[in-house]
């Protein structure tokens, strides 16, 4: 016997009006918890609604109240910790203040940052967690954005020549740290592993690593910076280039952790040994690098606190109605840890 199953008719905020004999407009205030409406009623409506399983629709709510209650998260990748950690710490801190975070990935591409950022536009969030793709050809969305009413507060990434909120470690004091480490063990020859053009946190980066040349006593040789990017096969093939060439090398600084990974595989099939052989330095204290099976020294960023921190720094943006060009940039502990 074939039995079609009846569909069951969504419940509408008009519906549940006529049952309690109250007008549509009581009804939502009620929900709101509006003072307009007598305790005494507003318990009555949430009550009913619980009992008829009625939830009241986002869209038409963010329409009456001119808010969503939603945050867009942007963010480059979700193959290493970092950034999953830094989601992990947003979407708690979110929660927790009435929020609902919708997270998208850009993949370091501009021109998917801006369809993205398109599609935040339409749907009308509140606000967006911005970790930018590199470049300044997006510069004209983000203060569209600004000017629809949409905030954005940057985490991890600064935005270079846009005064933007931002949640970031000390990235210049960071890496000369790390490159001071691996030269107090007795390394001269360290290659600088990423981009040092183009993202700032990367420009950063380099700043902090030269500096550390510098101040103990070694020459900068451009020819130990290897420019490479988030893709573990180009960092592969390009640390083997140099492994094969008369480039002399004993110690790495690693922007992030994709590359190091590529790089630490290249150098072990090399049958070079880390860190006898070659010191291995990263960002990120990423689960990725760890899968080498090798000792190695790591900037730990609190990815954690950076995105709870951007959260809250989002949410009272929001509702103080501050503008988020009102530059602050907020610094959280990094901690430089061996592995």
């Not at 490479?228 to 790495?252: A, H, P, W």
């Not at 590359?259 to 150098?267: E, F, N, S, V």
């Amino acid at each position: 016997m074939n039995i079609k199953k009846q569909s069951r008719k969504k419940l509408t905020l008009k519906d549940v009006a006529n049952i309690l004999s109250l007008a549509p407009a009581t009804i939502s205030k009620a929900l709101r918890d509006s003072s307009d409406i007598s305790l005494e009623t507003r318990e009555k409506v949430k009550k009913k609604c619980q009992e008829l399983g009625y939830r009241p629709n986002l869209l038409a709510r963010s329409l009456i109240s001119n808010k969503s209650k939603i945050l867009g998260v942007l963010v480059p990748d979700l193959r290493i910790s970092f950034f999953s950690e830094a989601v992990r710490g947003m979407y708690e801190e979110a929660s927790v203040k009435g929020y609902e975070c919708l997270l998208l990935v850009h993949d370091e591409d501009e021109e998917k940052e801006k369809q993205k950022l398109e599609f935040l536009s339409d749907i009308g969030v509140d606000g967006i967690l911005l970790n930018a793709a590199g470049g300044k050809n997006n510069f004209p969305i983000y203060q569209n954005l600004e000017e629809e009413g949409i905030k954005i507060v940057c985490w991890d990434r600064k935005l270079e020549d846009l005064n933007y909120k931002s949640v970031t470690i000390d990235d210049v004091h960071a890496s000369y740290q790390l490159t001071s480490k691996i030269i107090s063990q007795g390394r001269r020859n360290i290659l600088f592993l990423g981009p040092n053009t183009g993202i700032p946190v990367a420009r950063d980066r380099f700043e902090g690593y030269k500096a550390a040349l510098q101040n103990n006593g070694i020459n900068f040789n451009p020819e130990l910076v290897l420019q490479t990017f988030r893709d573990i096969e180009d960092s592969y093939n390009k640390m083997s280039s140099v492994l094969n060439s008369n480039l002399k090398i004993d110690g790495v600084v690693s922007i992030g952790g994709l590359i190091t990974y590529g790089a630490g595989k290249a150098i072990l099939e090399h049958r070079l040994s880390i860190p006898n052989d070659i010191i291995l330095g990263e960002f990120g204290d990423n689960d990725i690098v760890a899968r080498l099976g090798v000792p190695f020294y790591t900037v730990y960023q609190n990815p954690y606190k950076i995105g709870k921190a951007a959260t809250d720094l989002l949410i009272n943006l929001i509702e103080t109605k501050l503008t988020s060009s009102e530059y602050q940039n907020i610094l959280i502990d990094s901690e430089l840890l061996e592995r």
